[in-house]
């Protein structure tokens, strides 16, 4: 059986004792409560993909391909992983989204030259 749900709100989130299931509880179309249950593993996946969803749909109705989903950074922090060769890059917004990246020590190196020239390019 296939069931389409407007959600038109998301109002809240819970999880389970056991961290195992995420509940987003949010409102349709007809103002109904509707619980919507997900493994955190499932969810922990569509986290990388909304983004691209959202901003894809924002590219189609905007008609415009270079359209992007642009978070105001409020904070970030690097630090070294466990492996001591991980460098963990963590972004984070005003409202508290955060969200955690590992880097090589090669990939932070280009980070900072792209950093400088771009800095170079806007003094000049």
């Known amino acids: 059986?296939?069931?389409n749900i407007e959600i038109h709100a998301l109002t809240r989130f819970e999880s389970s004792d056991d961290g195992d299931f995420i509940t987003l509880?949010?409102?349709d179309s007809g103002g109904v409560i509707v619980n919507l249950n997900f493994?955190?593993?499932?969810?922990?996946g569509l986290l990388i993909t909304l983004p691209k969803l959202i901003a894809n749909a924002e590219q189609r109705r905007r008609h415009d391909p270079s359209v992007?989903?642009?978070?105001?950074?409020?904070?970030?922090?690097?630090?070294?992983?466990t492996d001591r060769h991980t460098r963990i890059l963590t972004l984070t917004t005003d409202d508290g989204f955060g969200v955690s990246f590992g880097l090589t020590?090669?990939?932070?190196?280009e980070i900072a030259?792209?950093?400088?020239?771009l800095r170079s390019r806007h003094t000049n």
Request: glycine letters at 2%; charged letters at 30%.
């Open 68 to 81: 992007r989903l642009v978070f105001k950074l409020s904070e970030f922090q690097i630090e070294l992983s």
């Open 39 to 44: 493994l955190t593993t499932c969810l922990s």
């Open 105 to 109: 020590e090669v990939q932070c190196r």
């Open 1 to 3: 059986m296939h069931r």
């Open 25 to 27: 509880i949010g409102e």
């Open 113 to 117: 030259a792209i950093s400088e020239e």
